[in-house]
Each structure stands twice: as C-alpha cells, then as structure tokens.
C-alpha cells in the first residue's frame, strides 16, 4: 500500500489550482473596459447598417464600416457609409479629461466641418458640432455593438442612424 506524500499536493487539486489561475489570467473585454477610458471600448474596426435622411426627406439604408483609432485620452473615429445614390464620411479626433470631451468633426461627403464637445461616460459618447455644421452625434456601445446618431442642421446631410457590430 502506497501513501500520498503530504508535502505533494494531489494531482486533482494542482489541475484546479491551475485551471484557477488561466482564467484569472484571461483579459475579459469588459473588465477591461471598465477599468480604462472610455474609448478604449470603441478602439478597433467595426460593421453594421443603418439609414440616412437628406434634407429634401428622402431616406435610403446605408451599409457602413467604422475604424477607431488612439486610447486613452484621445480616440480618432472614422465612419464610411454607402447607400444607394450617396455615401457619408465621418471623421472626428477627440481627446478626453474627466469625462469632457473636446475636438474636430467632419462629413467629407457634404463638405461639412466643425468642433466637437461634449461628455463620456462608461458606455455613451455625447456631442455638440458646432461651426460650418452645427449638430449631435451620440454613441452608445458596449463592447461588442454599438450605435450612432447623428443629426445635423445647415446641409444636405439630416441624419444618420447605425448600429455596429465588431468585424
């Protein structure tokens, strides 16, 4: 008869002891988002539809791709959509301090340009566009889909509504 060392621990114990420590391990996305900045949550290339509305009313669904840049503080976001008879460009970079947030705004399509300000949070992004455009967007996501409004006054550009997914 054989008898266990008490000094060695049984092999049932070190694989759970093990299978512990690879879960503590693993970076979960949203404890990670959590514990960062905001738009550490949006970084990265996202897919989805939508629809546009131009300003004569007419409304057209629209197949869009975003790609989010920087972390941190800062968060450089760039949205392409293509309907069938028009296509919208958002570009904005923005940086962060204590949940304010300051910047530039684009719509390359409509030629439209201006500054961005607002406030974040743990899972939305709020905006003022002010300048050649004036306007909001807003973002709401989790860390894996996300949506976006935007409506806009003194161009042919109305609104835009999408919901993201990562690609």
């Known amino acids: 008869m054989r008898f266990a060392n008490p000094r060695t621990p049984a092999p049932r114990l070190l694989a759970a002891l093990a299978l512990t420590a690879s879960f503590m391990l ?22 989805g539809s ?5 300003s004569d009313g007419k409304a057209e669904r629209l197949k869009c ?9 800062q968060l450089g976001m760039v949205i392409r959509c293509q309907s069938e008879s028009s296509n919208v ?10 949940g ?7 719509e390359r399509t409509f030629n439209a340009t201006g500054t961005a300000a607002g406030q974040a949070s743990s899972d939305k992004i709020s ?9 909001t967007m807003s973002v709401s996501y989790s860390g894996s889909r996300q949506s976006v409004a935007i409506s806009t006054q003194g161009i042919a550009l109305k609104s835009v509504k999408i919901n993201l997914s990562r690609s």
């Open 26 to 47: 693993v970076p979960w996305p949203h404890t990670l988002a959590a514990a960062g900045n905001p738009f550490d949550v949006l970084l990265g290339s996202w897919r």
């Open 50 to 54: 939508g629809q546009i509305v131009l």
């Open 100 to 106: 304010r947030i300051t910047g530039t705004w684009e």
């Open 127 to 135: 905006l003022q566009i002010s300048g050649g455009v004036t306007g």
């Open 65 to 73: 791709n975003a790609y989010y840049t920087g972390g941190g503080s």
């Open 89 to 98: 460009e958002i570009r904005s970079k923005l940086s962060q301090s204590g």
